[in-house]
């Protein structure tokens, strides 16, 4: 049902900020209930979720990236978008954007892949 497409650049530099979006079908980021996420896996590596923003507009950080992470939204879009500064190769990831409801239930992005490399 609803879709989620995550989009942006696959290389960023370091220093720079990284910045995806994702775009909704089928379902809209300000109806009532409905958390609205970016998860990121590097290689090798968990899942780690970094932040979200509510059907409200109300944004919420995972204290390890908080100092370096901006989720902010276009409803006119239907869009919802990360911004990462300061990258480092560290943060080379598979990005996704989800969507969860108060019980846990969620889609899923398909996921991309953004390199920080010189």
């Known amino acids: 049902q609803v879709r989620l497409q995550e989009s942006g650049p696959g290389l960023v530099r370091p220093s720079q900020t990284l910045s995806l979006s994702c775009t909704v079908a089928?379902?809209?980021?300000?109806?009532?209930?409905?958390?609205w996420n970016w998860i990121r896996q590097p290689p090798g590596m968990g899942l780690e979720w970094m932040g979200s923003?509510?059907?409200?507009?109300?944004?919420y950080y995972s204290p390890s990236l908080k100092s370096r992470t901006t989720i902010s939204r276009d409803t006119s879009k239907n869009r919802f978008t990360l911004h990462l500064r300061s990258v480092t190769p560290e943060d080379t990831a598979v990005y996704f954007c989800t969507r969860v409801d108060k019980l846990g239930y969620g889609y899923w992005g398909q996921g991309t892949r953004v390199t920080v490399s010189a």
């Open positions: 089928n379902g809209s980021i300000t109806a009532n209930g409905y958390y």
């Open positions: 923003i509510d059907y409200s507009g109300r944004p």
